[in-house]
């Protein structure tokens, strides 16, 4: 660090004003104001920032001009703006580049001056300008650079994003699609080229990853995985505290835990019976259970793949469409792959949805696409028929629960579940049931 000269005259009474009129504002009155007050203020905030940052760029990137890093010893604009304030040397070297950019860019950089896009806007419309496609003009450039400042105010950045790759339509709107297409190819190649993904075993009984896909699929996964977890969201912000069923719905499951089981769900039902079979590697996944343990057993059970697992997640495994369990008596031949005798039929899990429409833990709001049929009773373990009143619909997430927890299941006289919780969810193991609508069945 190093003393820092006096502001100049040029610039100290401007500055030092602003300065005073934000300390004029005590940080607690913001609480003190209308909701409505409150978002006016947080926008008025946000158009001040831009406004601060279109001059603090200007003043970087004219110190980097003037080579003023030199004269205090800084080898780089970047680390003498990390010696003056917040000792970031990356964050002073990404201002450098950012005031670069927006050199480049003489209208967006007083729109931004002005408070009228944010830096993130700026920034992008910078970044296209640069790659506008089809050699245009200094005006028609311009055109462009002034078309997307009209547009920023209206829309997101991922619109503006798009909006931009057929700006050539303000000077070209003949060629405008060609256009595009040009950089959306250009972008694909880019994407795949930058794609990676790897996955690792860390011995903990977890494994961990990381990947960078195209967009398309990126965001085709994105949505997936949000619908598969939907129902459960929105159960967590309306659940009733005090019933101990839904105090198990959730744990206050972090997003990102909850995310992850959706995906964990959504491989689950991967149709591995349907997907390529590559020499000498089966994509279908087998459960191997002994039948003790399928029944009520504590011997673990094992993935083809090899993992081991509890009891109690092989006997949900094992209760799951997608995945084959293959049932052991002791011996090294399976007793038999139980999918025809154990597993429900499509026209039975129909006839359950119409029973059940969802989900039948109770509080659950699941609908019957995110189900599994779960088998009720314990005689379909012993190879006994999978009668329609032997299951009933469960969403991934509570079929997780009512395995390990050992939740048990009753029929009422009406033909709809009971669930009991196990006595650590509640001593006194008290019957709930899911309260959902259900129209055309008999009154409990
Ligand atoms: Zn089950
Ligand atoms: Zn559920």
New binding site residues.
């Given amino acids: 660090m190093f003393e820092s000269s006096p502001l100049p005259t040029a610039v100290a009474p401007a500055l030092s004003a602003a300065a005073g009129a934000l300390d004029s504002i005590a940080l607690g009155s913001y609480a003190t104001l209308t909701q409505a007050g409150q978002i006016a203020a947080c926008e008025a905030l946000a158009r001040l920032e831009s406004r601060v940052k279109a001059h603090q760029l200007a003043a970087a990137h004219a110190a980097d001009a003037s080579e003023a890093a030199a004269t205090v010893g800084a080898t780089s604009t970047g680390a003498m703006l990390a010696n003056t304030f917040g000792g970031d040397p990356a964050a002073g070297n990404r201002l450098v580049k950012q005031a670069m950019k927006l050199e480049s860019v003489s209208a967006t950089q007083q729109a931004l001056a002005r408070g009228e896009v944010s830096l993130a806007q700026a920034e992008l419309i910078a970044d296209k300008l640069t790659a506008l496609p089809g050699g245009p003009t200094e005006a028609q450039r311009d055109g462009c650079e002034n078309q997307l400042l009209d547009d920023a105010p209206r829309m997101t950045l991922k619109d503006l994003s798009r909006r931009a790759d057929r700006i050539s339509d303000t000077f070209a709107p003949d060629k405008v699609d060609a256009h595009e297409n040009d950089i959306l190819i250009a972008r694909e190649a880019k994407a795949w080229a930058n794609s990676y993904w790897w996955i690792a075993d860390r011995r903990d009984g977890t494994y961990k990853g990381e990947f960078i896909i195209p967009e398309a699929q990126g965001e085709m996964l994105k949505n997936v995985l949000q619908a598969i977890n939907a129902p459960q969201i929105k159960m967590a912000a309306g659940k009733a505290v005090d019933d101990p069923a839904l105090a198990v719905l959730d744990d206050k499951p972090t997003y990102g835990q909850q995310m992850a089981s959706a995906f964990c769900t959504l491989i689950e039902h991967l149709p591995g019976d349907k997907l390529p079979q590559t020499a000498g590697v089966g994509t279908t996944v087998t459960v191997n259970i002994d039948l003790d343990s399928l029944i009520d057993g504590l011997k673990a059970g094992t993935v083809s793949t090899g993992c081991r697992i509890s009891a109690g997640e092989a006997?949900?495994m094992a209760?799951e469409q997608g995945l084959l369990p293959m049932v052991f008596n002791g011996g090294p031949l399976p007793l038999d792959c139980g999918r025809k005798e154990r597993c429900f039929t499509t026209a039975q899990r129909r006839a359950m949805g119409k029973r059940d429409g969802g989900c039948t833990f109770p509080g659950c709001d699941r609908p019957p696409s995110w189900c599994?049929g779960?088998?009720a009773r314990k005689r379909w373990a012993e190879g006994g028929t999978t009668d329609l009143v032997d299951g009933v619909l469960?969403c991934a997430h509570h079929?997780r629960i009512?395995?390990v927890q050992h939740w048990d299941i009753v029929f009422a006289e009406d033909g709809h579940p009971d669930y009991i919780p196990p006595a650590t969810v509640d001593p006194r193991r008290r019957p709930l049931r899911n309260a959902r609508f259900r129209p055309h069945t008999a009154a409990a």
Avoid: A, F, K
């Fill in positions: 006997r949900r209760c599994v779960h088998h469960i079929h009512v395995h």
